[in-house]
């Protein structure tokens, strides 16, 4: 594959550098690193149609900083995506992001590997149940509905379908730009 080239704040038009300022001054901000020399993640991509990506930023803005679900939990549904499709930069920086968030280091290491995933809780096992079920086949059980509707309550399950629909996309992205991992990171996969 052949990465997407690296823009820089002074390669955009108005609109692109419009788009930049927000993402690297908006919640985000205090994981980029300043200064920001270059866009991480999607970003890089999605800058190219900055319409676009302001949507796609502000819809992953609200899913990882106004979430219903607990930081463990979240970051667990989205490492399984980031897992399922071996979107390696998406891995990377959201294993980071679990382990602030206090995710066992044992659970990250069973969905980079696809070990059993030794759960802490039942809303852990029905997260990652519904996720992996979802990123399989785009559907979930009518046992594992009933059970995760009734234990999450509904806001939570849209939630949870939201974070694997966002977070496929943001792998896809990924892995179409071939976003590389920061100089000096290992690979994720071999």
């Known amino acids: ?11 955009l038009n108005d609109e692109q550098a419009a788009l930049w300022d927000e993402i690297v001054e908006g919640p985000r ?3 980029m690193g300043v200064p920001t020399a270059e866009l991480g993640g999607p970003f890089n991509a999605w800058v190219q149609i900055p319409s676009f990506g302001r949507i796609g930023s502000k819809m992953g803005e609200r899913l990882r900083f106004g979430s219903l679900l607990d930081g463990r939990s979240r970051e667990l549904a989205i490492l399984t995506v980031g897992a399922h499709w071996r979107a390696e930069y998406e891995f990377w920086a959201h294993a980071r992001m679990a382990r602030a968030e206090g995710l066992p280091e044992a659970i990250i290491e069973a969905l980079r ?3 059993p995933v030794p759960y802490e809780n039942d809303t852990q096992r029905l997260v990652h149940e519904v996720a992996r079920d979802l990123v399989r086949t785009g559907r979930v059980s009518d046992d594992l509905h009933a059970a995760a509707s009734a234990a999450l309550g509904y806001p939570k399950l849209v939630e949870v379908t ?8 943001v ?4 892995n179409v730009a071939d976003a ?10 071999p």
């Open 29 to 31: 901000k205090a994981s």
């Open 162 to 169: 939201a974070l694997v629909g966002y977070y496929c996309l």
């Open 180 to 189: 590389r991992l920061p100089e000096g990171e290992k690979p994720i996969w």
């Open 171 to 174: 792998s896809f992205t990924l």
């Open 1 to 11: 594959m052949v990465e997407f080239p690296k823009l820089r704040r002074g390669d």
């Open 113 to 115: 590997t696809g070990a």
